[in-house]
């Protein structure tokens, strides 16, 4: 039961670089979103999707861009990587296309942009 | 909006001590409500949830108690162990939002800290 998988665990960028921070789940949840967890400022939401095709921002969405194709992949691509970019990226996904059911998380990708 | 205040911590206890982590909310609508833990490098995992007013939600001897009145949802323990060290989030889903859908506003996590 593989569940919610993120790759890559570790990357770091250079400023101006441009990538993309892959999720993939095996759940058939309709809803999946994109975090990031900054020291002191609990997560945030980036962007979500609450199925294959549809996609909305969240609280910070400046600087990333999202697309779903399918309903297993959710990607995240960061335009041109600035160091306030420099996170921790949880992606989540839920049962039944809403949160209330509970999110699972995968395990994040440390993100570190110089 | 939709807030969610809990205390940072760090919080120590001695293993067996009796744990409560106070989260308060303020939320538009009627939220459900949640407690995540994230163990060190790891996600973060749904602990427990309570998804109306005076439900109890509980799940490996911790327990919380949804209290639309104090509008909290304070997390309990009765006998703490060193494998509960971790982070604590406590979170919200708004259901005035077209149930939800645009996420769950978390507060900033209360790291914890068992020592035996």
């Known amino acids: 039961n593989a569940g919610v998988t993120q790759t890559p665990k570790f990357q770091v960028l250079k400023t101006g670089q441009s990538m993309t921070l892959q999720c993939a789940q095996d759940?058939?949840?309709?809803?999946m979103s994109w975090y990031r967890q900054d020291p002191g400022m609990g997560l945030r939401l980036i962007h979500y999707?609450?199925?294959?095709?549809?996609?909305d921002q969240g609280e910070v969405p400046n600087g990333y861009n999202v697309s779903r194709s399918t309903t297993e992949d959710f990607p995240l691509r960061l335009l041109s990587a600035a160091p306030s970019q420099t996170s921790v990226y949880f992606c989540?996904?839920?049962?039944?296309?809403?949160?209330?059911?509970?999110?699972?998380f995968g395990s994040g990708t440390r993100l570190t942009v110089v | 909006g939709n807030s969610v205040t809990q205390m940072e911590g760090p919080v120590t206890l001695s293993e067996e001590a009796f744990l409560t982590i106070n989260c308060t909310y303020t939320a538009t609508g009627y939220p459900s409500l949640f407690w995540y833990v994230q163990y060190p490098g790891e996600g973060l995992q749904l602990l427990l949830k309570a998804t109306k007013a005076d439900d109890k939600g509980s799940n490996k001897g911790f327990e919380a108690t949804y209290r639309k009145e104090t509008t909290s949802f304070h997390l309990e323990k009765g006998s703490v162990q060193v494998s509960d060290s971790a982070v604590y989030f406590c979170a919200l889903s708004d259901n005035a939002s077209g149930g939800g859908a645009d996420g769950l506003t978390f507060g900033k996590g209360t790291h914890l800290i068992i020592q035996p």
């Open positions: 759940m058939n949840h309709e809803y």
């Open positions: 999707s609450v199925g294959a095709g549809i996609t």
């Open positions: 989540a996904s839920s049962y039944g296309g809403l949160p209330n059911y509970g999110y699972t």
